[in-house]
Antibody
Framework: QVQLQESGPGLVKPSQTLSLTCTVS??????????WSWIRQHPGKGLEWIGY???????YYNPSLKSRVTISVDTSKNQFSLKLSSVTAADTAVYYC?????????WGQGTLVTVSS | DIQMTQSPSSLSASVGDRVTITCQAS??????LNWYQQKPGKAPKLLIY???NLETGVPSRFSGSGSGTDFTFTISSLQPEDIATYYC?????????FGPGTKVDIK
């Protein structure tokens, strides 16, 4: 059974960089065949797709966030990560990692990141 | 970006009722449409993929249909555990986009 777990600071100051890691267990990122995605949900709102990465390092980002987003993968640790720079209060959200590029069949539990001084 | 709309935004129904949610895409997305259930404080759960395929382990009272721009999600007999918000999501184009959600509760 594949499991995903997000980790990282729950509080980030405005203008700083949000950094989160998703650890995958029960399956290998480098076994191929799957993309690994980040999705966020603003408080009380809908879902926003941030981007995805393949184990090879190939990425695609949502154009609305592209200038500030970096997704990377560490196959040796079976992890992939999200960095979002120059954050503002509008980036306060629950951040989810998920498996998939077309549909998302496994999700992390989500982690709330609050942007505040 | 492909815009997804859902209706209604919320509904109340009785246990055992048939519940129908519609999702409309701003352009033709063939059958590249998924449905998710999200309960409060939890991650979304995939229910239907490719518009009409039931994810493994999902009860058969859930179903989906449609193609092109218009899609339907149905709960044939609403159960108390189905109280949740339901989202559609397209994967015809990047970026992937979700509908705004439909909140379902018990009357």
């Amino acid at each position: 059974q594949v499991q995903l777990q997000e980790s990282g600071p729950g509080l980030v100051k405005p203008s700083q960089t949000l950094s989160l890691t998703c650890t995958v267990s029960g399956g290998s990122i480098s076994s191929g065949g799957y993309y690994w995605s980040w999705i966020r949900q603003h408080p009380g709102k809908g879902l926003e797709w941030i981007g995805y990465i393949y184990y090879s390092g190939s990425t695609y980002y949502n154009p609305s966030l592209k200038s500030r987003v970096t997704i990377s993968v560490d196959t040796s640790k079976n992890q992939f990560s999200l960095k979002l720079s120059s954050v503002t209060a509008a980036d306060t959200a629950v951040y989810y990692c998920a498996r998939g590029a077309y549909y998302y069949d496994y999700w992390g539990q989500g982690t709330l990141v609050t942007v505040s001084s | 970006d492909i815009q997804m709309t859902q209706s209604p935004s919320s509904l109340s129904a009785s246990v055992g009722d048939r519940v129908t949610i519609t999702c409309q895409a701003s352009q033709d997305i063939s059958n590249y449409l998924n449905w998710y259930q999200q309960k409060p404080g939890k991650a979304p759960k995939l229910l239907i993929y490719d518009a009409s395929n039931l994810e493994t382990g999902v009860p058969s009272r859930f179903s989906g249909s449609g193609s092109g721009t218009d899609f339907t999600f149905t709960i044939s007999s609403l159960q108390p555990e189905d109280i949740a918000t339901y989202y559609c999501q397209q994967y015809d184009n990047l970026p992937r986009t979700f509908g705004p959600g439909t909140k379902v509760d018990i009357k």
